[in-house]
């Protein structure tokens, strides 16, 4: 599934479209305006599907939950380093590859591409075109890929928890 998110811009919490090649809205991400630490729920346009991200505070390093129909499906971690962004993605194996400070990237499970990230420079306000090559994983893809902009984004602006 090839899809596009672009980030609402003068906004006060993070909001993201997500649309289809053809502009078509599918998801709608929402943050929370007054909270400690990072929450947004990503809903599908028609109701029928949506996942939390959280952050967790109590965390040395940057750290969120994702949680689908009151459970925790899966935690993604910053891992420390020096020089490049690396995040584990818990209970699963699946591994970050590319550069993600320049989101051009890749989300596997061993061997498998789950899905890419490619930022568009060229438009107003932060636009990835997403390419999630399973249906089932939409969803925990769709926020593994905001936790990991909000994370560098995040870093880059002193930490503020807004973009």
Request: overall charge negative; some cysteine; aromatic content about 12%.
């Amino acid at each position: 599934m090839d899809l596009y998110i672009k980030q609402r811009v003068f906004t006060f919490n993070d909001q993201f479209t997500v649309a289809d090649l053809q502009g078509n809205q599918l998801y709608d991400v929402q943050g929370k305006f007054f909270s400690f630490g990072d929450q947004l729920t990503i809903s599908e346009v028609d109701g029928s599907s949506e996942i939390k991200i959280r952050q967790k505070l109590a965390s040395w390093m940057p750290r969120y939950l994702i949680e689908q129909d009151g459970q925790v499906i899966c935690e993604v971690v910053k891992k420390f380093t020096f020089f490049k962004a690396n995040f584990d993605i818990l209970p699963y194996n699946w591994v970050v590859e590319g550069d993600v400070f320049n989101h051009q990237y890749v989300l596997k499970d061993g061997s498998t591409e789950l899905m890419s990230v490619t930022k568009e420079w060229l438009s107003w306000g932060d636009t990835y075109q997403v390419t999630i090559h399973n249906d089932e994983h939409v969803l925990p893809c769709l926020a593994i890929m905001i936790v990991i902009d909000m994370v560098l984004h995040n870093k880059k602006s002193s930490g503020s928890g807004s973009h």
